[in-house]
Antibody
Framework: EVQLVESGGGLVQPGGSLRLSCLAS????????MNWVRQAPGLGLEWVSH????????YYADSVKGRFTIARDNAENSLYLQMKYLRAEDTAVYYC?????????WGQGTLVTVSS | EIVMTQSPATLSVSPGERATLSCRAS??????LAWYQQKPGQAPRLLIY???TRATGIPARFSGSGSGTEFTLTISSLQSEDLAVYYC??????????FGGGTKVEIK
């Protein structure tokens, strides 16, 4: 059974940093691209970032480019999102999601709140 | 960037009735379109990919159709557990992956 479990969310002040993690199980992690997708409170889904299975290719949404960094550790079956210079508009539930091009499995999400 | 537009924003349907949800792309995405269901307080779940292929474990009452720029998700006989927001997403031209704004299905 595919499982994706996010962690690392919390309350952070504007301008601060946070690192999210996603632990994957139930599939060959290195064979799949992975994504972060976020959802602001009461709003829709916004793709944030993608990393290829090998980690050699990374893409970012314009809204986070230069502030967020995606990474993975295939030996640890883990996906990461380093977030810096956080803004109030980054407040959202962040989902780890498998795939690329087709996204097929999602974790339960971790809430990031950016507020003073 | 391809813009995905869903309609209606809210759909109220009686149990057992058919629900028809629409998704339009700003340019052709061929058949590279997925539908997701998000129930209250839960993560999205893949329903349909390739515009018309049901994902593993998805009931047959869910069906998808369309190609190019016009797509439809049909729930043939609405059940109470189908209360959710439904999103379409294109994966033809990425990055970025783009989602529609969602259609909320209410039980009448």
């Amino acid at each position: 059974e595919v499982q994706l479990v996010e962690s690392g969310g919390g309350l952070v002040q504007p301008g601060g940093s946070l690192r999210l993690s996603c632990l994957a199980s139930g599939f060959t992690f290195s064979s799949y691209g992975m994504n972060w997708v976020r959802q602001a409170p009461g709003l829709g889904l916004e793709w944030v970032s993608h990393i290829s299975g090998s980690g050699s290719t990374k893409y970012y949404a314009d809204s986070v480019k230069g502030r967020f960094t995606i990474a993975r550790d295939n030996a640890e079956n883990s996906l990461y999102l380093q977030m810096k210079y956080l803004r109030a508009e980054d407040t959202a539930v962040y989902y780890c999601a498998r795939g690329g091009p087709r996204i097929d499995y999602w974790g339960q999400g971790t809430l990031v709140t950016v507020s003073s | 960037e391809i813009v995905m537009t869903q309609s209606p924003a809210t759909l109220s349907v009686s149990p057992g009735e058919r629900a028809t949800l629409s998704c339009r792309a700003s340019q052709s995405v061929n058949s590279n379109l997925a539908w997701y269901q998000q129930k209250p307080g839960q993560a999205p779940r893949l329903l349909i990919y390739g515009a018309s292929t049901r994902a593993t474990g998805i009931p047959a009452r869910f069906s998808g159709s369309g190609s190019g720029t016009e797509f439809t998700l049909t729930i043939s006989s609405l059940q109470s557990e189908d209360l959710a927001v439904y999103y379409c997403q294109q994966y033809n031209n990425w990055p970025p992956f783009t989602f529609g704004g969602g259609t909320k299905v209410e039980i009448k």
